[in-house]
Each structure stands twice: as structure tokens, then as C-alpha cells.
């Protein structure tokens, strides 16, 4: 069973930094992208970084380019979203999700697995 647990959300402060990660089971992680999400409320599901499956190639959203970072170890089965320099508008429910291929995408409809979220505030 396709499995992806979210963890490390919380609340941090304007400019601080939080690392999320994705831990996955059920599935050979070596031949999967895998995507990282945010929602928050009222808004749609938008994709924020993803990575591809063997040579690690990785996009971000614009908006989060230079603070945002990617990256994946298929040993641990997890993939992990550092992120730095945070701002109020980066506030929402971040989802890890997988796909089977070889590139990724920031589009949610190309992903067949989700897991349930993590919340992350960011206030002062």
C-alpha cells in the first residue's frame, strides 16, 4: 500500500525556516517523482517543488525560487522541502505527493498518491 507521511509543519516567524519532510512506503521510491503542495484556505492546491526520480532534477514556483530547496534520499525513503526566509504568504497545508515516472511536475493532476498534509503558520 502507497503510503506518504508529512511532518515538520509548524509555526515559525516571519524569516525563519522550517524543514518538512515526506516519508514514503509501500513503493520502490527509486522510479518515482515526487511533488511537494501547499493549499491554503480558500485557495487552490498549488505545486511549490518537485523532483524527478533517478537524476534528481528539481523545479520550484517562482514564488518560492532561492528560498525553497528540494532534495530526496531513496535509502531513508523520504524526501525533505527546506525552506528558508519564510513569509506570511507561505502559510498553508503542504502535501507530499508521487508520481511513477521520471520527470516531475508542478501540476497536481499528474500525481496519483497524496499524504494528509502538514500545517505550516507563519506569524509573528
Known amino acids: 500500500q502507497v503510503q506518504l507521511v508529512e511532518s515538520g509543519g509548524g509555526l515559525v516567524q516571519p524569516g525563519g525556516s522550517l524543514r518538512l519532510s515526506c516519508a514514503t512506503s509501500g513503493f520502490n521510491l527509486d522510479y518515482y517523482a515526487i511533488g511537494w503542495f501547499r493549499q491554503a484556505p480558500g485557495k487552490e492546491r498549488e505545486g511549490v517543488s518537485c523532483?524527478?526520480?533517478?537524476?534528481?532534477?528539481?523545479y520550484y514556483a517562482n514564488s518560492v525560487k532561492g528560498r525553497f530547496t528540494i532534495s530526496r534520499d531513496n535509502a531513508k525513503n523520504t524526501v525533505l522541502l527546506q525552506m528558508d526566509s519564510l513569509k506570511p504568504e507561505d502559510a498553508a497545508t503542504y502535501y507530499c505527493?508521487?508520481?511513477?515516472?521520471?520527470?516531475?511536475?508542478?501540476?497536481?493532476?499528474?500525481?496519483?498518491?497524496w499524504g494528509r498534509g502538514t500545517q505550516v503558520t507563519v506569524s509573528s
Open positions: 505527493a508521487a508520481v511513477n515516472t521520471f520527470s516531475c511536475y508542478l501540476q497536481r493532476e499528474e500525481y496519483d498518491h
Open positions: 523532483i524527478s526520480n533517478t537524476d534528481g532534477l528539481t
